[in-house]
């Protein structure tokens, strides 16, 4: 997607601090962390939002989740714990429209989110 930031990092036209990357998916470090390890997981096939999944993008999403465990052991929190998050639209706060999951750990997490 020409227009897509995520998109470029993939292509390295935007440089990233990337962390994973296999045939499927691409991690990079947030830019903004809001914690102190904060993970980008994103699928390499453009999908603006979670309202654009189609049936074929099953196993994609699966292996999403299958790369935040993945990440979450490489970067050393599986055990005390981390949160995932995929923001869906604006009121969601989602300002990046290629669909991505943030791992958040190394802090206390508060319940409800803000
Ligand atoms: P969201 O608000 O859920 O769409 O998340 C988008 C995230 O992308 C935010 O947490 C931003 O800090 C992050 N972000 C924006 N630009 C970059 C970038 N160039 N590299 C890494 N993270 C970025």
Not at 28 to 39: E, G, I, L, Y
Request: aromatic share 6%; net charge negative.
């Amino acid at each position: 997607m020409a227009d897509c930031l995520f998109c470029k990092i993939r292509e390295g036209e935007i440089p990233a601090d990337i962390i994973f990357e296999n045939d499927d998916m691409l991690a990079f470090r947030d830019v903004n962390p809001q914690a102190p390890t904060h993970v980008l997981i994103i699928p390499k096939k453009h999908i603006s939002t979670v309202n654009n999944l189609e049936e074929s993008d099953e196993a994609i999403m699966g292996k999403l989740f299958l790369t935040a465990k993945l990440i979450a052991a490489q970067e050393g929190v599986s055990d005390e714990g981390y949160r995932l998050v995929v923001n869906c639209n604006e009121k969601a706060g989602q300002t990046v429209f290629h669909i991505h999951m943030h791992l958040l750990a190394g802090r206390a997490m508060i319940w409800p989110p803000g």
